[in-house]
């Protein structure tokens, strides 16, 4: 069974703090994303990458970045955090480009 | 633009009642259908994938069926348990623009 294995369960960082949030997959999938789910807005997608050094915007990329140096890893990063931006990120990868989603198990972000 | 509904938005059954959950589409044009599980504070589980050319997908006591043409899916539990409490979402690839569309979840309780 592929993995998708996000490094926190729980995290509480401080406003204006530079927040790293890191998701990693086993089975050599091209394609990962990052999204954010929020009650009564569902999820929305923040960014997601097809190959190596590539990523491409979702609806929502503002005040987030992404990195992905190796294929198995892809960080999202908060430059500042804010307190709008607490919520649960959830990590998704996939082999092609046609859905077969396979999630992590969330990281859920509190900004205080 | 392509809006996918999920009614009812809960659903309360008794334990060992057979149940349907409904997932709607307002453009039929879709590469594939797919059904997660999201237990509370969670990541989301695939549960069944249907392409586009499919009319059915079974997993144990899950079947997921589709009508491209009407733009419906289901997903039938038959005798439900307990343990099958949880938000089930669907969500649709679209081939057009390679996004996936997503469902607001339908909470799905089973009362013992």
């Known amino acids: 069974d592929v993995k998708v294995t996000q490094s926190s369960r729980y995290l509480v960082k401080r406003t204006g703090e530079k927040v790293f949030l890191e998701c990693v997959q086993d089975?050599?999938?091209?394609?990962m994303f990052w999204y954010r789910q929020d009650p009564g807005l569902g999820l929305r997608l923040i960014y997601f990458?097809?190959?190596?050094?590539?990523?491409e915007k979702g609806d929502i990329p503002e005040g987030y970045s992404v990195s992905r140096e190796k294929k198995e890893r892809f960080s999202l990063i908060l430059e500042s955090a804010s307190t709008n931006q607490t919520s649960m990120y959830l990590c998704?990868?996939?082999?092609?480009?046609?859905?077969?989603?396979?999630f992590g198990s969330g990281t859920r972000l509190t900004v205080v | 633009k392509q809006e996918v509904t999920q009614i009812p938005a809960a659903l309360s059954v008794p334990e060992g009642e057979n149940l349907v959950l409904n997932c709607s589409f307002t453009d039929s044009a879709i590469y594939n259908l797919q059904w997660f599980r999201q237990d509370p504070g969670k990541g989301l589980t695939s549960l069944l994938l249907i392409q586009s050319s499919q009319r059915e997908q079974t997993s144990g006591r899950l079947n997921a069926s589709l009508d491209k043409s009407s733009g419906r899916s289901t997903l039938y539990i038959a005798a439900s348990q307990p343990g099958d409490s949880a938000t089930y979402l669907c969500a649709v690839f679209m081939d057009s623009n390679y996004q996936l569309i997503w469902g607001a979840g339908t909470k799905l309780i089973i009362k013992p």
């Open positions: 998704a990868s996939s082999l092609d480009d046609r859905g077969g989603y396979t």
């Open positions: 089975m050599d999938h091209e394609n």
């Open positions: 990458s097809y190959d190596v050094k590539m990523k």
